[in-house]
């Protein structure tokens, strides 16, 4: 079946630190992937997404690369920042028409 | 409206009574997505409508969890004789269907039902 992993958190970080929080999917065929996050308060946003292997997406500073050969799509980030904290969903969507199946989520925290 | 609305924002109700639960999707957006996510827990998928037709409601944990919408309008997410494990927060999406898999999902607020 279709499923997504993540890193468990929380994840505590530094202001300016590297960030990495790692995300494996199992599916089958050529899935979609998201990363979603959910600020303190709101409702969930997409951040970034990637639709075909070796894409990368990309938003706030924040990258993943679809990687077909690991069934990998990390999300990184070269410089937290104490508003990025916040809960990190990874979702994959199997084939049009398909609910998105989402991981349990990552909390990040930084602290200045 | 500018974003998706969910209602009520928060229920409080006891074991054994009925709940629904509101949302209202963006205009114009044909999907609409049903998730619950349980403390500590990630997005369970609930239901799935296209449209006012549901082809995928295999989340649905049980018989006492049913979803209508009306067109590509309101869905509403009934939950009979509640039990205290459906205590969560109930989350509405919507996306504008073109057929592709890269949909941007937009999410309410969610519904925290707690049932004591």
């Known amino acids: 079946g279709n499923s997504v992993t993540q890193m468990e958190g929380p994840v505590t970080l530094s202001e300016e630190a590297f960030l990495t929080i790692n995300c494996t999917y199992t599916?089958?065929?050529?899935?979609?992937l998201f990363w979603y996050v959910q600020y303190p308060g709101e409702g969930l946003q997409l951040l970034l997404k990637?639709?075909?292997?070796?894409d990368k997406g990309s938003n706030k500073g924040f990258e993943a690369t679809y990687r077909k050969e690991t069934t990998s799509f990390h999300l990184e980030k070269g410089s937290v920042q104490v508003s990025d904290s916040a809960v990190y969903f990874c979702a994959l969507s199997p084939q049009a028409g398909t609910a998105l199946i989402f991981g349990k989520g990552t909390t990040l925290s930084v602290s200045s | 409206g500018a974003g998706v609305s969910q209602s009520p924002s928060n229920k409080v109700t006891e074991k054994g009574k009925d709940v629904e639960l509101r949302c209202d999707p963006i205009?114009?957006?044909?999907?609409l997505y049903w998730y619950r996510q349980r403390l500590g827990q990630g997005l369970e998928f609930l239901i799935y409508?296209?449209?006012?037709?549901?082809?995928?409601k295999s989340g649905l944990p049980s018989d006492r969890f049913s979803a209508e919408r009306t067109g590509e309008s309101v869905s509403t997410l009934t939950i009979q004789r509640t039990q205290q494990e459906d205590s969560a927060v109930y989350l509405c999406?919507?996306?504008?269907?073109?057929?592709?898999?890269?949909?941007?999902?937009?999410f309410g607020s969610g519904t925290q039902l707690s049932v004591l």
């Open positions: 409508f296209q449209g006012n037709s549901a082809p995928d």
């Open positions: 990637a639709t075909k292997a070796d």
């Open positions: 205009s114009g957006h044909t999907a």
């Open positions: 599916a089958t065929g050529y899935p979609s």
């Open positions: 999406a919507s996306s504008f269907f073109s057929g592709g898999r890269g949909e941007k999902l937009f």
